[in-house]
Nanobody, 119 residues
């Protein structure tokens, strides 16, 4: 089994910063894509940022220039540096990892971490 554990959420004022972390553990052969989604109340879950095993990145338009995704393959960890936060960034943030177990790929999710941007 594979587990993803997130940390780093919290309450921050507009314009502030947070760094989210997500570490995968368990029966992992390798990890392909990793990323972060978010879900605000009453809205669908949306992709925030994605990073491939080779380090290529993709961002949702509203976070470009403010958020940065990175990963440490040796630690099976993905990070999301969120700067210049806005109230509309308030949501539960979920990490995911596309994990290769033996010869098949599965998508695993973290438990979610709340990010609240408010004065």
């Amino acid at each position: 089994q594979v587990q993803l554990v997130e940390s780093g959420g919290g309450l921050v004022q507009p314009g502030g910063s947070l760094r989210l972390s997500c570490t995968a553990s368990g029966s992992i052969f390798s990890i392909n894509d990793m990323g972060w989604y978010r879900q605000a109340p009453g809205k669908q879950r949306e992709l925030v940022a994605l990073i491939t095993k080779g380090g290529s990145t993709n961002y949702e338009d509203s976070v470009k220039g403010r958020f940065s995704i990175s990963r440490d393959n040796a630690k099976n960890t993905v990070y999301l540096q969120a700067n210049s936060l806005k109230p509309e960034d308030t949501a539960v943030y979920y990490c995911h990892a596309d994990v290769v177990v033996v010869s098949r790929q599965y998508r695993y999710w973290g438990q979610g971490t709340q990010v609240t941007v408010s004065s």
